[in-house]
Nanobody, 122 residues
Framework: VQLQAYGGGRVQPGGSLRLSCAFSGFRLDYYATGWFRQAPGKEREKISCISLSDSETYYTDSVKGRFTISRDNAKNTVYLQMNSLKPEDAATYYC????????????????WGQGTQITVSS
């Protein structure tokens, strides 16, 4: 089981990035998935979750209306479209799987991907 996140980089405030997380070794459509982030000196926080069927999504308040999570089960890939980025969005972003959507909401994760770093500065 492997999860590999990519797409990070440096962007100016107000800019956009799309993160991708490629899953291998298992079928993505068996799991809920989510994105988390951790800034230096801070605890890892949950950003967004999406259910197996794509019927439910969750966003933490600070990213609502700016970030969009989506998944392509055929490609075994989950995406996080990030718009209107702010300096406070700078962090290392991680993708993860959970057995159930409610688990992701609760921060219960069964597999983590390697992080990808986002820097937001002018």
């Amino acid at each position: 089981v492997q999860l590999q996140a990519y797409g990070g980089g440096r962007v100016q405030p107000g800019g956009s990035l799309r993160l991708s997380c490629a899953f291998s070794g298992f079928r993505l459509d068996y799991y809920a998935t989510g994105w988390f982030r951790q800034a230096p000196g801070k605890e890892r926080e949950k950003i967004s979750c999406i259910s197996l069927s794509d019927s439910e999504t969750y966003y933490t308040d600070s990213v609502k209306g700016r970030f969009t999570i989506s998944r392509d089960n055929a490609k075994n890939t989950v995406y996080l479209q990030m718009n209107s980025l702010k300096p406070e969005d700078a962090a290392t972003y991680y993708c993860a799987t959970s057995q159930f959507y409610i688990d992701c909401i609760g921060g219960i994760v069964n597999a983590w991907g390697q992080g990808t770093q986002i820097t937001v500065s002018s």
